[in-house]
């Protein structure tokens, strides 16, 4: 099949799924779930791979798509590439799908390609519709909290993009949660309320259990986790040290080999040792680990290829864990 051929989606994509949970208190549903793009659409990955994961994703019922800005090498390019696989083979499943989009961080140079400000996030929302051709996102982020703006500017250029009709729904990343909490009265006094909450989420990454999924669940506000294999080093690839092709091989990015210790080794076999006893590969109990919280609406996960896709979405078929199975966990995380 070329690129340019229309997907004929399967006829069970939504009866043989991955599930559904409906986002905080509002009436839609987000896939259990979700395909990222950060580091596998843009123009240094492979287009080929890409674009099937894209159709085995949605062929499971996987409807939401995640990005940013500045997702792919180079910036805008995860964007410009799931634009083109979306006009070109997908054009028709517009309406069934969720595509969402983020500004906050440094796009492009000088003082307002970065940050919180009207100007950044407005301009940034059009560039991204442009590069994706479309008329409208289903859910704008801001990326990150900007302490030199104030949240009342962040705030009014969400709510403005959901009357434009840029946005359909409007949430934020990463914000601590007093910042989080006046957001959600700001944007909710301006008529458009918070749909969602997106933060970092893993075994090994518990910090928004305390507060942020608390407030979360008094606002209504749903809640979508991205990380949740830490990077990759919640699988078993760094079980037996580092492997050259892996991320924290790499020169650049943002897992680096000092954070593989001999002291993390020692958790990540322990906890694979209670995967195993589940039948499950750690990144599949890391997966599944994330749903043990009810607040957990959807977990973003980054695959590189088809096969890693299918091995995810397997995480699924068992998200139950016993008692002793989270304490035991909980004493590793």
């Known amino acids: 099949m070329s690129d340019k051929e229309k997907h004929n989606a399967s006829p069970d994509r939504y009866t043989n799924s991955v599930g559904y949970n409906f986002c905080g208190k509002s009436g839609l549903k987000l896939p259990r779930l979700s395909l990222g793009l950060w580091h596998n659409f843009g123009d240094v990955d492979d287009a080929t791979e890409a674009l099937n994961m894209l159709k085995y994703a949605f062929d499971k019922g996987i409807t939401h798509f995640d990005l940013a800005n500045n997702y792919g090498t180079p910036f805008g390019s995860a964007e410009k590439n799931f634009g083109k696989m979306l006009k070109n083979n997908f054009g028709s499943y517009r309406d069934e799908m969720i595509i969402s989009s983020k500004a906050g961080h440094e796009m492009w140079p000088g003082p307002y390609g970065d940050g919180g400000s009207r100007k950044y996030l407005m301009a940034s929302l059009d560039q991204s519709l442009s590069r994706m051709k479309l008329d409208y996102v289903d859910i704008f982020y801001s990326h990150r909290y900007d302490e030199n703006t104030p949240l009342e500017e962040t705030m009014g250029a969400l709510s403005h ?3 434009q009709g840029k946005a359909l729904y409007v949430g934020i990343s990463k914000y601590p949660e007093d910042k989080a909490r006046e957001a959600y009265r700001l944007l909710r006094e301006n008529g458009t ?18 507060e942020v999924l608390p407030l979360a669940a008094e606002e209504g506000v749903g809640f979508v986790g991205f990380s949740p294999l830490a990077q990759g080093m919640l699988s078993d690839k760094y079980l037996n040290g580092i492997p050259e092709h892996s991320r924290a091989a790499l020169s650049h990015g943002f897992l680096q080999k000092s954070q593989i210790t001999p002291e993390l080794v020692e958790r990540l076999l322990k906890l694979n040792d209670i995967a195993q006893q589940r039948g499950q590969t750690l990144a599949q109990m890391a997966l599944a680990w994330c749903f043990h919280k009810p607040q957990v609406n959807s977990v973003i996960v980054g695959t590189s290829s088809v096969k890693q896709l299918q091995d995810n979405i397997a995480a699924l078929e068992n998200t139950h864990f016993s008692d002793e199975e989270l304490w035991k966990i909980g004493e590793l995380g």
Do not use: A
Not at 193 to 206: E, V
């Open 193 to 210: 309320p918070c749909l969602i909450y997106q933060g970092r989420y893993s075994i090994l990454s518990r910090e928004i259990e305390t």
């Open 161 to 163: 993009m959901v009357k």
